[in-house]
């Protein structure tokens, strides 16, 4: 016979629970003691699989590799091999395949692809709306929407016949994504004819869910300038880049507003330039519906020495190298609203090293910065300071730094007994030292990966540092079974409870590990 709870033991509500040991919440959730709150749910069961990682008893183990001739990629649980013809799903023990798409011509691949997540507040029209799918984009400009679990086509959409469509990108992620052709380069033709050619490339832009088109548009360089070489759209901002180092953003907002002379569904019928066809549909593609005409409102523009231009932060702010050699190697941080550079917001490592440091926003929501190195990493929180000369300074939250030996002489004695100073000393990131090589953020169970490498018997060794991403603390250290070639390209992720390393390696081999944890039974 069982008991019945008493008033003690009812469900408290969402906020109240402040257990933290893994047992505990086992048990409150043994017991029915969690929240009707599916976002407190997760975030308990979360702080039990962290506890669990952290755990001394509990490891990393190698439980599936494979390779391949092309590059790999990952991505919220699913491995593409063979240019995302083959998708593996990394969720279960070990990688299983989720399907294999057939064999198709080089003409017919898939040149790249963007993973998207079904949304869960609406309420869509098809129910493979609802669920993920994978868009990708082959060499013959066709955009197709597959099922991430199956393969099967759901989508497909004609670009164009006159224009080289060759990536995709994220405007607003998992609602807007656009699809860029290459530069238009100027034909002999016209050369011959005295024909200028001012079209740089185009963009078609699209909404995930359902999937629809928002426009076609051109970059056009009487409008935009003759410099222009590149473009990108991202949060509703399209930002020019030009050969001088120079960037100016734009916004999507206001040029679809004013000049997008019809919109476009697809499938329906269009009357172009005497030119009928249906849009989306070979061979007439997606016609040209946003006419550039004039140049909008620049909304920022900025002159850099190298890396670009990086926004984000709280309050907003910038960082990039000013256009002058004697700036290179250093990072300026300042704010958006009026550019004025933030107190110690010059960042400068002086690293002596054949790689340079890197810098970027933290991927958290705390408004902080990256600042990372072959020997140190330190994130960076921008502080207000009202009243003050400097409205905003730029403050070290914690640094993280390499194992190195300072003690080794700069002047020797030989056995003969002559004074000998050494003539250099090792770089920064020499194979010899332990050396950082990448910055990885979990954002589920909040920790920061650090990739690691020593060298022991002329082979590269990694570890994965797992540092609290609040205080810097390290938590615990991975190694990784196969060894680390340092002039190979790597790529590591972190996802919960999986670690999964890429590799490329000699005569273009692809190679894929993957690691998930284990605890040990006394």
């Not at 989508?155 to 016949?161: G, M, Q, T």
């Not at 172009?272 to 549909?281: D, I, L, P």
């Not at 709280?314 to 190298?321: E, F, N, R, S």
Request: with cysteine; charged share 25%; net charge neutral.
């Amino acid at each position: 016979m069982c008991a019945l709870p008493g008033p003690s033991a009812q469900r408290p509500l969402a906020g109240m629970r402040t257990s933290k040991n893994s047992c505990a919440l086992l048990k409150s959730r043994s017991n029915g003691s969690f929240s009707n709150d599916i976002g407190k749910l997760l975030a308990g069961n979360l702080k039990i699989l962290r506890n669990i990682i952290l755990q001394d008893d509990t490891e990393f183990i190698n439980v599936w590799s494979k390779t391949s001739k092309s590059p790999i990629f990952y991505e919220s649980g699913r491995i593409y091999l063979e240019n995302y013809r083959c998708c593996y799903s990394s969720l279960l023990p070990q990688p299983e395949q989720l399907y294999e798409l057939p064999i198709t011509p080089k003409t017919e691949k898939i040149e790249d692809a963007l993973l998207c997540q079904c949304p869960l507040d609406t309420v869509l029209p098809k129910a493979s709306d609802q669920k993920p799918c994978l868009l990708t984009l082959t060499a013959n400009n066709w955009l197709y929407r597959l099922s991430a679990d199956t393969g099967e086509t759901l989508d497909k959409v004609y670009l164009s016949s006159h224009f080289k469509f060759r990536s995709l990108g994220w405007d607003s992620c998992q609602e807007t994504f656009y699809v860029k052709s290459i530069q238009i380069k100027q034909t002999a033709l016209e050369r011959q004819a005295g024909v200028n050619n001012d079209i740089l490339m185009r963009l078609a832009i699209f909404q995930v869910f359902p999937l629809d088109l928002v426009g076609m548009l051109e970059i056009n360089k009487k409008v935009f300038g003759k410099t222009a070489v590149d473009v990108l759209l991202s949060q509703g901002v399209l930002a020019v880049s030009h050969s001088s180092k120079h960037v100016k953003l734009y916004s999507f907002e206001y040029i679809l507003n004013k000049f997008r002379v019809e919109k476009l569904t697809l499938g329906q019928q269009c009357d172009v330039n005497g030119a009928r066809g249906f849009v989306g549909e070979a061979p007439f593609g997606i016609p040209v519906n946003i006419h550039i005409h004039e140049c909008p409102p620049v909304l920022f523009e900025m002159s850099y020495f190298e890396n670009g231009v990086q926004i984000g932060g709280h309050p907003w702010h910038y960082i990039y190298t000013p256009n002058h050699k004697r700036h290179r190697g250093t990072h300026h941080i300042c704010s958006i609203t009026d550019g004025a550079l933030a107190k110690n917001g010059v960042q400068d490592m002086k690293c002596d090293s054949l790689e340079a440091d890197w810098i970027f926003f933290h991927p958290d929501d705390s408004g902080r910065i990256v600042h990372a190195g072959p020997s140190a990493i330190n994130v960076l929180r921008i502080m207000a300071n009202p009243g003050c000369d400097w409205k905003y300074e730029i403050v070290t939250d914690f640094s993280i730094t390499a194992a190195r030996d300072n003690s080794t002489p700069q002047v020797m004695v030989t056995s003969s007994g002559r004074t000998v100073k050494k003539r250099f000393q090792l770089l920064d990131d020499d194979p010899a030292q332990e050396t950082f090589r990448m910055v990885k953020y979990e954002d589920e169970i909040d920790l920061l990966a650090v990739v690691e490498i020593t060298h022991a018997e002329d082979e590269g060794q990694a570890h994965i540092r797992l540092h609290d991403n609040k205080s810097g603390v390290l938590m615990k250290r991975v190694p990784l079974k196969e060894s680390w070639d340092v002039t190979y390209s790597h790529e590591v992720y972190f996802d919960r409870d999986t670690v999964i390393h890429t590799v490329q390696k000699k005569n273009n081999t692809f190679c894929c590990h993957v690691y998930k944890i284990k605890r040990h039974s006394d």
